[in-house]
């Protein structure tokens, strides 16, 4: 944490200790109140971290250094499954920790000597602080971590309000009651509830016409090779409905697919575009895609795997199962064998599901030969592999250049000279594992925050100014890649 946003929390530590200490001079049972708000704090970061879909070190290293936690990723990954981090209740509920703190508000034992002396401001102030402090100091931050940002501060407001007004907060759980040690029961009922951890993208039902998905296809940024192949497997499945209709017999064609590449090369976009390809011809009834990983499928107890990865595929029925890092299924862990469970019960829906599922797994090169190798069923039902290569200089050029247009930026022409030498430069020197597609993302939105403090210092704000990227704006982002280094 920076210097401002530990003086924020160390004061809001010391309001909870003082909280905790008037409980205990009252003799009243209750929760540790402190600790109350390091697990909301930590619960807060995790739902910032997976609001991009992707759990990085950095993010893991941040709630490890900052709330004083241990976690790496395969445990951590193993609580969002736990918890109701991942679904749609858990803006429902306020943090445990602010009964408290609104209860104490105005006592004055509690506000006496402290810096602060709105406790329901310092409280949100906490976590808008921390979460900031999160995202700025992590490597590629996402906006839509920035939004879950904004909507956690709202929701936190909207309960305090709830509070003032009623003098209780709006939730589905008791309010001020003491804490009382769970019953065996209801921690194992708590195991018992098993979250859906993924995304899931509808058909775009204006758009699903052939035509016009082969153009989206073809309208992606390179990936020649990978147009390619799906234009040629696009043909046969075009021939064999016309043999069938001729009352010929029709050559077998696998449905499923191993994608394989760095992150960021399209991989998803194409396996999005494959499933409203395939409900167009027939193959698939919805068109949509379930994206999930590990996370998604193997559960944290003995018998859970397999009813998860059942409730996947019932989402997915009809469209197409996309399993990124699906090679994390086949590496042993300390959750067990629970990896290798999820593998059998998905080679079996595979087979019991093949007339309306299209299943996607997706990862390096290496390590999704050595998955695919790891199981027969898998072997056998995974036979067409299509390699996603890294976007050259020029595509990623032209990548940043649509993600402007799409945001109403431009870049001048000196910043387009200035780009282009640059990212030449960037792809001949940086690890092979960069985020491609997505850095570039993240390039702009450090070119866009650059921008902003530029115009602000100089007074500048005509409609040109702010649309228009210049090269000083696009430094940054070079810098903060070397720093990162």
């Known amino acids: 944490m920076d210097i401002e946003t530990k003086s924020i929390y160390d004061s809001a530590l010391e309001i909870a200790d003082k909280i905790d200490y008037h409980l205990m001079t009252q003799k009243t049972t209750h929760e540790n109140v402190k600790e109350l708000l390091r697990m909301d704090l930590r619960n807060f970061l995790i739902f910032l971290t997976i609001a991009d879909h992707v759990i990085a070190k950095d993010e893991i290293r941040y709630i490890n250094k900052s709330l004083g936690y241990t976690f790496d990723d395969e445990t951590m990954r193993s609580f969002i499954a736990k918890s109701n981090i991942a679904t749609d209740t858990y803006l429902n509920e306020p943090p445990m920790s602010l009964q408290y703190f609104l209860d104490y508000a105005k006592n004055d034992f509690i506000v006496h000597e402290s810096k602060y002396y709105d406790i329901s401001k310092l409280y949100v102030l906490t976590f808008q602080a921390i979460g900031e402090d999160f995202l700025s100091s992590c490597k590629h931050m996402d906006v839509t971590e920035v939004n879950q940002l904004t909507r956690y501060r709202f929701m936190l407001e909207s309960k305090i309000r709830t509070y003032q007004k009623s003098g209780r907060l709006s939730s589905s759980r008791p309010d001020s009651i003491p804490f009382k040690p769970k019953s065996k029961q209801v921690e194992q009922e708590a195991a018992a509830e098993i979250p859906f951890i993924g995304t899931i993208t509808q058909a775009d039902k204006t758009e699903n016409d052939l035509d016009s998905l082969l153009k989206q296809l073809n309208d992606l940024i390179g990936l020649d090779s990978v147009k390619e192949e799906v234009t040629d497997l696009i043909n046969l499945l075009k021939i064999i409905e016309i043999r069938e209709k001729n009352g010929l017999k029709a050559p077998s064609v696998t449905k499923h697919f191993v994608f394989t590449g760095n992150p960021g090369t399209g991989k998803t976009t194409v396996a999005r575009l494959l499933s409203q390809i395939y409900c167009s011809l027939g193959i698939l009834s919805k068109g949509h895609l379930v994206e999930v990983d590990r996370s998604g499928l193997v559960a944290a107890y003995m018998g859970q795997t397999a009813i998860k990865v059942k409730e996947v595929i019932d989402r997915a029925m009809g469209g197409v199962l996309f399993i990124d890092e699906a090679y994390s299924l086949a590496t042993e862990s300390q959750e067990g064998d629970f990896g290798q469970e999820a593998i059998d019960t998905l080679v079996k829906a595979m087979e019991d599901n093949?007339?309306?599922?299209?299943?996607?797994?997706?990862?390096?090169?290496?390590?999704?030969?050595?998955?695919?190798?790891?199981?027969?069923?898998?072997?056998?039902?995974?036979?067409?592999?299509?390699?996603?290569p890294?976007?050259?200089?020029?595509?990623?050029?032209?990548?940043?250049?649509?993600?402007?247009?799409?945001?109403?930026?431009?870049?001048?022409?000196?910043?387009?000279?200035y780009l282009k030498d640059k990212l030449t430069h960037y792809v001949e020197h940086t690890d092979k594992y960069f985020g491609n597609a997505r850095t570039i993302r993240n390039f702009l939105n450090v070119a866009i925050s650059e921008q902003a403090n530029r115009l602000l210092a100089e007074n500048a704000t005509t409609k040109e100014d702010l649309i228009t990227l210049q090269p000083a704006d696009l430094a940054a982002i070079f810098e903060i890649e070397e720093e990162s280094k």
Not at 354 to 363: E, H, N, S
Not at 394 to 416: A, H, M, Q, V
């Open 390 to 417: 890294d976007y050259t200089a020029d595509d990623l050029f032209r990548i940043f250049e649509k993600y402007c247009k799409e945001s109403d930026y431009i870049l001048s022409e000196e910043g387009r000279i």
């Open 354 to 388: 093949r007339d309306d599922l299209i299943v996607i797994v997706a990862g390096y090169p290496d390590k999704m030969e050595h998955f695919i190798q790891s199981n027969p069923g898998l072997k056998s039902r995974f036979q067409k592999t299509i390699f996603f």
